[in-house]
C-alpha cells in the first residue's frame, strides 16, 4: 500500500483546509484509516480514524466538532475537512492505512503534508 498526502499549506486561525489521501496498491486489504499529526517537539498523535466501510468514526477531543473525517473508496481516497483552525493544529499531518492479509497486519504511512495556522 502507498499513500500521498496532499492539500496541506499556511493558513490563518479561522481558516479551512482539506488534506486528501490517495492509496494506492492492494487497498482492498485496508481495514481502517486514520490522520495523525506531530507537532514540533511533539509526538505524533491520532487526529482522526475511519472504518473502511466508512461506517465508524473517531476523533481526538481537541478537534471534534471541527474536523470530518471521510472517505470514497471509489477514488481509493481519504480526506480530512479542518475547519475553524488554530494555531494549535499546527504540524506534520500523516495518513496511516492499517492492512489486514491473513494473518498479518501492517501499518502504512505517507509522507507527511504541513499544516500552518498562523494567529
Known amino acids: 500500500v502507498q499513500l500521498v498526502e496532499s492539500g496541506g499549506g499556511l493558513v490563518q486561525a479561522g481558516d479551512s483546509l482539506r488534506l486528501s489521501c490517495a492509496a494506492s496498491?492492494?487497498?482492498?486489504?485496508?481495514?481502517?484509516m486514520g490522520w495523525y499529526r506531530q507537532a514540533p517537539g511533539k509526538q505524533r498523535e491520532l487526529v482522526a480514524i475511519?472504518?473502511?466501510?466508512?461506517?465508524?468514526?473517531n476523533y481526538a477531543d481537541s478537534v471534534k466538532g471541527r474536523f470530518t473525517i471521510s472517505r470514497d473508496n471509489a477514488k481509493n481516497t481519504m480526506y480530512l475537512q479542518m475547519n475553524s483552525l488554530k494555531p494549535e493544529d499546527t504540524g506534520v499531518y500523516y495518513c496511516n492505512a492499517a492492512s489486514y492479509r491473513d494473518p498479518i497486519w501492517r501499518n502504512y504511512w505517507g509522507q507527511g503534508t504541513q499544516v500552518t495556522v498562523s494567529s
Open positions: 475511519i472504518t473502511s466501510g466508512g461506517g465508524s468514526t
Open positions: 496498491g492492494s487497498t482492498a486489504s485496508i481495514k481502517a
